[in-house]
C-alpha cells in the first residue's frame, strides 16, 4: 500500500480528492485549510524548527498507513 506525505499545498489536497491515505503537516494556525478527507490525517508540526517529537509523530502516522 502506497501513502502520501506532504505539508498543506495544492497537491496535498489533490492526493486527498483522489482518495490517496496521507499525511499532511500544517503549521497550528493553518489547520483550518486541512483536507476534510477521512482517510488523510492532518498533523500540527513546528514550522520555525525541527522538532524531534514532531518526526516521532509523523513518522508513526506514516508507518500506520503503509502496515
Same mark, same amino acid.
Given at each position: 500500500?502506497?501513502?502520501?506525505?506532504?505539508?498543506?499545498?495544492?497537491?496535498?489536497?489533490?492526493?486527498?480528492?483522489?482518495?490517496?491515505?496521507? /499525511? /499532511?503537516?500544517?503549521?497550528?494556525?493553518?489547520?483550518?485549510? =486541512?483536507?476534510?478527507?477521512?482517510?488523510?490525517?492532518?498533523?500540527?508540526?513546528?514550522?520555525?524548527?525541527?522538532?524531534?517529537?514532531?518526526?516521532? =509523530?509523523?513518522?508513526?502516522?506514516?508507518?500506520?498507513?503503509?502496515?
Amino acid at each position: 500500500m502506497a501513502a502520501y506525505l506532504g505539508n498543506d499545498s495544492g497537491i496535498s489536497h489533490l492526493a486527498a480528492a483522489l482518495g490517496v491515505h496521507g /499525511v /499532511v503537516l500544517f503549521g497550528a494556525g493553518q489547520l483550518a485549510w =486541512r483536507p476534510w478527507a477521512e482517510h488523510v490525517e492532518p498533523l500540527v508540526v513546528s514550522l520555525t524548527a525541527p522538532e524531534e517529537s514532531d518526526a516521532a =509523530r509523523v513518522t508513526a502516522e506514516l508507518a500506520s498507513l503503509l502496515a
